[in-house]
């Protein structure tokens, strides 16, 4: 399943899929970007960062795809299971400041 | 231990009234901040603080006011409360700015 940039708030997939979230930064300054993991109640988690620097970065099931050419962002999770239904946000770093961008609930079905 | 802890976690109170929400963190960070998170779940930045400097101060009503005594410290005083403050505040920590930033649970205000 995919989200499609930020007016799709809300991403339902089948456990075991993959998931792909996206977003769309505005900030060409931007330089670090990070995806946080936001579960019911709790705090935003960190997943995963990169560098403006790079264009991909791999962690345990996570994948970050940054395309700085149109400003867009993506993370794919493999495999996706009950436990990550949450909501996702991209956030950037330009600066001192850290900008999050409008999350997207993602819910995995049985 | 908890690595950034605030407190309340849920904070009822009346139109009018003045709180305040209390944010420590043992990382040793240099920076934090306060979120603001509305019911729609968009996170937007209100104060950030580097070793007890004001470095971000957005566009929040006057009635807020942080307080950050030592850098492991930053509180959010909040007067006059309005319905419209109802939200979740997060209190958020990071080793410089610009660093990944480590969250609170959030308080949950609820302005009746």
């Known amino acids: 399943g995919e989200s499609v940039g930020l007016h799709l708030p809300t991403l339902s997939v089948q456990e075991g899929d993959n998931s792909i979230i996206n977003c769309a930064y505005s900030?060409?300054?931007?330089?670090?970007f990070i995806w946080y993991k936001q579960e019911s109640g709790k705090g935003p988690q960190f997943i995963i960062d990169?560098?403006?620097?790079?264009d991909k970065r791999q962690g345990q099931r996570v994948t970050v795809l940054l395309n700085k050419t149109v400003k867009h962002l993506s993370l794919q999770i493999a495999a996706t299971q009950p436990g990550d239904s949450a909501v996702y946000f991209c956030?950037?770093?330009?600066?001192?400041?850290?900008?999050f961008g409008e999350g997207t609930q993602l819910t995995v079905n049985p | 231990d908890t690595a950034v802890s605030q407190t309340p976690k849920y904070l009822v109170t009346q139109m009018g009234n003045d709180k305040s929400i209390k944010c420590e963190q043992n990382?040793?960070?240099?920076?934090m901040y306060w979120y603001k998170q509305d019911s729609k779940k968009f996170l937007k930045i209100m104060f950030s603080?580097?070793?007890?400097?004001?470095?971000i101060n957005e566009t929040v009503p006057n009635r807020f006011s942080p307080k950050s005594p030592d850098k492991a410290h930053l509180n959010l005083h909040i007067n006059s409360l309005e319905l419209g403050d109802s939200a979740v505040y997060f209190c958020?920590?990071?080793?410089?700015?610009?660093?990944?930033?480590?969250f609170g649970q959030g308080t949950r205000l609820t302005v009746v």
């Open positions: 958020a920590s990071s080793r410089d700015r610009g660093s990944e930033a480590f």
């Open positions: 900030n060409s300054a931007s330089d670090y």
């Open positions: 990169i560098r403006s620097n790079m």
């Open positions: 956030a950037e770093t330009s600066g001192s400041r850290l900008t």
């Open positions: 990382l040793g960070h240099d920076t």
């Open positions: 603080y580097n070793n007890k400097e004001l470095i």
